[in-house]
């Protein structure tokens, strides 16, 4: 007899299309918008999205159907995903939630606080002529190293308090009234704003070489591994997966859902986006060169420096509508953060939820209370040291151990069939074993050991960043390593409800 999969009330999503804004918004996030154009620029342009598109096809697409497929099934989040296959999986899918909550989404809110900053100051240009003086020295005023933790940073501190009560706000309400009705606000108003900058910088002198630059393909780059891996690695980290969010967003579909169908156009979606915005990006600073007579690698710089240094004094030169330009770009930061912010939020709330049955507000309250505490550390003015240590040994280890291991859970132990099976039961878009198996147990993995095994190496020949040993070990080592005890300890606690009790059977749908 079938399992009463509606034994234990679970929410669902209000629209399909609710699920499908909520999944791209938790996808979208800061890095499509500064980190993918510069990778792009720095790999070869257009030659870039050969292995780019390679990985979204092999590993990424994969990936998030099996995530996705994962959540669905058995009805749970990741830890109960995890503990349905078994036991003794349970501890994995509390690694992913609670590294994300208690690692990822401490130091992300701050670099939101940090934009929403930035928004204010958008409103008189406050970063001056110097933009980067103004960024590291006056706004972050950062230590000489991570152990000089110096003063918290006021301006931060209020903003970040401000970023935690949304957080909070959109997630205590719920999954329809909150996450969906959230993303169905921020999501269309990402992409209007997003067209509009991209549009408008289309038409600056200097825009069409800065286009030029950014997609210009080099074909020989694709001979140097470190293109691949870091196509492989952008994938990866940019569709949020391994953070357990899939999991639990699928967990809120009901019985017939177009799973396969879901994932690419999320998966398809977020990379285009990254795209796009990139025209934008590079339109802007191409103006910037031209306006300067500087050479263009005069004027790009990576990561937080391309957000926060050289888009700023891009907007500064302007000739006309420069406030309004930087009100949108950072509003655009802003609203991406949150939306995956939240998606991290709800992944470790629908965790505790699912193994404790304690009430949704008084678990999103604690967790948002104890999140602006943790988060403190990051504003503080060693805060740019702890980020980029912890940021490194959560997402080039933490991330891709956990879904190294979800691939042997799934792929190997539980079997891939078995989740193919129900994928094909409730989908139109039906998977083949050839090559949805043959990803999910050799391709994936495979495409991950080498990127684990590449940051290793890198590791051992010498200290990230130039960081004494002491502070990588202590603040990026054990960081993963407390994480990692905490899982195993919370997954020995026993379930108010046995797991397996919500999972889908055929005969039931």
């Not at 002529?129 to 152990?147: A, C, I, Q, R, T």
Request: a positive charge.
């Amino acid at each position: 007899m079938a399992k009463d999969v509606y034994a234990h009330h679970r929410p669902q999503w209000k629209t399909h299309i609710g699920f499908v804004l909520a999944a791209i918004g938790s996808a979208i996030g800061l890095g499509n918008i500064w980190r993918f154009p510069y990778l792009c620029y720095k790999n070869g342009g257009g030659a870039f999205l050969i292995p780019y598109f390679v990985a979204l096809f092999a590993v990424g697409i994969p990936l998030m159907i099996l995530e996705i497929g994962l959540g669905h099934k058995m009805r749970g989040s990741a830890p109960a995903s995890f503990a349905s296959i078994s036991k003794k999986w349970e501890w994995l899918g509390w690694w992913q939630v609670i590294f994300v909550m208690f690692g990822i989404v401490l130091y992300y809110s701050v670099v939101i606080a940090w934009c929403l900053n930035f928004f204010f100051y958008s409103f008189n240009l406050s970063w001056t002529n110097d933009p980067n003086n103004f960024f590291f020295n006056e706004f972050l005023m950062v230590s000489k190293g991570p152990f000089d933790i110096g003063d918290l940073r006021t301006p931060i501190i209020f903003s970040l308090m401000a970023v935690w009560f949304l957080n909070w706000i959109i997630v205590f309400r719920g999954v329809q009234k909150g996450l969906e009705r959230a993303n169905k606000i921020f999501m269309p108003l990402l992409f209007i704003l997003t067209a509009f900058i991209v549009l408008w910088s289309l038409g600056l002198p200097g825009a069409k070489q800065g286009i030029l630059i950014y997609l210009k393909p080099d074909f020989s780059r694709l001979k140097d591994v470190r293109v691949w891996i870091d196509a492989f690695s952008q994938i990866f980290f940019t569709l949020s997966l391994g953070f357990g969010i899939m999991i639990a967003y699928a967990s809120y579909l009901p019985k017939k859902s177009p799973i396969v169908r879901d994932a690419f156009t999320i998966s398809v979606f977020n990379c285009m986006f990254s795209l796009f915005a990139g025209l934008g990006v590079f339109s802007v600073l191409g103006y910037m060169a031209h306006s300067t007579s500087k050479e263009f690698s005069e004027v790009v710089s990576q990561s937080i420096g391309l957000a926060f240094v050289a888009y700023p004094k891009a907007i500064s030169m302007l000739p006309v509508f420069s406030r309004g330009f930087g009100l949108m770009f950072f509003g655009i930061l802003v609203i991406a953060g949150l939306s995956s912010a939240i998606s991290i939020l709800e992944a470790f709330t629908s965790a505790i939820i699912d193994k404790f049955h304690y009430s949704r507000k008084m678990i999103v309250s604690s967790l948002s209370v104890a999140g602006f505490l943790g988060s403190i550390i990051f504003a503080t003015r060693a805060g740019l040291h702890w980020l980029d240590i912890v940021d490194h040994f959560l997402t080039q280890y933490g991330l891709i151990l956990t879904a190294i291991l979800e691939c042997v859970a799934l792929g190997w132990i539980y079997k891939a069939s078995k989740l193919r099976e129900h994928i094909n039961h409730v989908s139109k878009w039906n998977l083949r074993r050839w090559n949805w198996d043959v990803s999910v147990k050799f391709i994936t993995p495979s495409a991950l050991i080498a990127i684990l095994v590449y940051s290793l190496i890198g590791e051992f020949t010498k200290p990230y960043g130039g960081y004494p040993w002491i502070s990588i070990i202590i603040i990026g080592r054990d960081w993963l390593i407390y994480t990692l005890f905490s899982a195993v300890i919370v997954a020995s606690h026993p379930w108010k409800v046995e797991p397996g009790s919500r999972v889908f059977e055929h005969e039931s749908l």
